[in-house]
């Protein structure tokens, strides 16, 4: 008997033990033999692994077996994306040995997808010496200006008001969320995902809230009431749709690694994850010209972004996303998460802030979406130390991410789902 990585099980082999979701929920009983459908499910629940017979039998591939020259490929890709890691810590080790085997099995398979930011990455820079030299922003200035929760539909602001109401009761929440038929079934697909884990169906934003609580589909809502507000931005210099992925990659990612250290709630990831990069979409949005001199400008790749926005701008995505954050009246542990998440130590929520920042280092390794940053960002704090996750669990959780992140994904951006 041995334990198969869930990517490389395949149609016809027999499992020799139960098959439990990450919950322990039964999926399948030992004996049973799996197929395309079943596999697929698996990957949808956020299965890990599974016993089958033997690795001969499963066909397990063995990455060591790919062509060197693959291998060697992937390796300098990965390198590329590590640059700012000279020194690596075993965190990054870990992190970096794991998207190797990726990238050469993907390079292997001809399923090699280009990065995202690929287009924009080889675009020849084309600003001008004036362009670099903009008058730098007032931060304060562009907070005050932002109309969007003005302008945004009611039912949206009626959801983000709900944040700071106390009485705010599971009926009014309901009620309000109903109103929108599309989010309401947006966010009962969300909390019947695996990121949640119950076993009982949700079909009503009532039930969810009895067995979520009233903060968690508060939360949920408030998410899907930010995204809309930057859903007309133009997809010249960032595209929206993976700028949201890496977001809600963050969120799930911060989620899981929550849930990993045995800590209880967590309740502000999701959102908090949405939130965390807002700063440079209020740019893009009002000030592309400003976006642009940063996305272009020579010394990206070689610094972190942030470095740049502070040179151009006069104040970082992170500086300025908490300022409008506290416009808008969030709960105060919102803006400490997003100001602080490059820099996890200076936090007042220093857990929390430590578990955003370990998730957008992981979601930028993987390459899941693209935050307008190249490189995988430095890391600031210890991921065993300071998180409480062990190298071994992360190792497990990798996997479990890739395939949650996708699921979580098609729920926002209703792809062809697997199943
Ligand atoms: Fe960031
Ligand atoms: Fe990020």
Same mark, same amino acid.
């Given at each position: 008997m041995v334990q198969i990585n869930?990517?490389?099980?395949?149609?016809?082999? !027999?499992?020799? $033990?139960?098959?439990?979701?990450?919950?322990?929920n039964l999926l399948l009983p030992a004996g049973s033999l799996l197929d395309e459908r079943i596999i697929n499910r698996c990957k949808k629940w956020g299965v890990v692994q599974a016993d089958v017979e033997s690795p001969e039998q499963s066909g397990q591939e063995d990455w060591t077996e790919i062509d060197p020259e693959l291998l060697s490929q @992937?390796?300098?890709?990965?390198?590329?994306?590590? +640059?700012?890691?000279?020194?690596? #810590?075993?965190?990054? =080790? %870990?992190?970096? /040995?794991?998207?190797? =085997?990726? =990238?050469? @099995?993907?390079? &292997? $398979?001809?399923?090699?997808?280009?990065?995202?930011?690929?287009?924009?990455?080889?675009?020849?820079?084309?600003? $001008? !010496?004036?362009?670099?030299?903009?008058?730098?922003?007032?931060?304060?200035?562009?907070? #005050?200006?932002?109309?969007?929760?003005a302008s945004l539909p009611e039912v949206f602001a009626k959801i983000i008001n709900t944040l700071n109401d106390p009485d705010t009761t599971a009926d009014s929440l309901a009620e309000i969320i109903s109103y929108d038929v599309n989010l309401s079934a947006k966010l009962i697909k969300l909390v019947?995902?695996?990121?949640? /884990?119950?076993?009982?169906?949700?079909?009503?934003?009532?039930?969810?809230?009895?067995?979520?609580?009233?903060?968690?589909?508060?939360?949920?809502?408030?998410?899907?009431? %930010?995204?809309?507000?930057?859903?007309?931005? #133009?997809?010249?210099?960032?595209?929206?749709?993976?700028?949201? =992925?890496? #977001?809600? &990659? +963050? /969120?799930?990612?911060?989620?899981?690694?929550w849930g990993s250290s045995g800590r209880k709630g967590g309740e502000v990831f999701f959102l908090s994850g949405t939130l965390h990069d807002i700063g440079r979409l209020i740019i893009l949005k009002d000030h592309p010209e400003y976006m642009r001199a940063v996305l272009l400008h020579p010394e990206r790749g070689q610094k972190p972004l942030y470095q740049l926005e502070k040179k151009i701008w006069g104040f970082t995505h992170f500086e300025l996303g908490a300022k409008l954050i506290t416009s808008w009246n969030f709960p105060l542990i919102f803006s400490d998460l997003v100001k602080y998440h490059h820099f996890p130590k200076k936090a007042r929520y220093e857990g929390e802030a430590t578990n955003?920042?370990?998730?957008?280092?992981?979601?930028?390794?993987?390459?899941?979406?693209? $935050?307008?940053?190249?490189n995988v960002p430095p890391v600031e704090a210890e991921f065993n130390k300071d998180l409480g996750v062990s190298l071994k669990d992360l190792r497990e959780l990798l996997e479990q991410i890739k395939h949650l992140v996708h699921h979580i994904q098609n729920i926002f951006f209703q792809e062809k789902d697997e199943e």
């Open positions: 869930i990517s490389f099980l395949k149609p016809g082999m !027999k499992l020799l $033990s139960d098959l439990t979701t990450p919950q322990g @992937a390796k300098t890709q990965v390198q590329e994306l590590f +640059c700012r890691h000279r020194h690596p #810590s075993q965190f990054i =080790k %870990v992190l970096a /040995g794991d998207i190797v =085997k990726q =990238k050469a @099995a993907a390079l &292997a $398979s001809e399923e090699s997808a280009p990065l995202e930011a690929e287009e924009l990455q080889q675009q020849e820079p084309t600003f $001008s !010496k004036q362009e670099l030299d903009l008058p730098k922003l007032d931060a304060d200035r562009i907070v #005050s200006n932002t109309e969007e929760l019947n995902s695996p990121l949640y /884990g119950l076993i009982q169906k949700v079909d009503s934003i009532s039930r969810a809230i009895s067995l979520l609580g009233l903060q968690t589909v508060k939360n949920l809502a408030v998410n899907a009431s %930010v995204m809309e507000m930057f859903k007309d931005l #133009s997809p010249d210099l960032l595209d929206m749709h993976s700028f949201w =992925k890496h #977001s809600i &990659a +963050c /969120g799930v990612v911060a989620q899981l690694l955003i920042h370990f998730a957008d280092i992981i979601v930028h390794a993987l390459e899941l979406g693209e $935050s307008g940053e190249k």
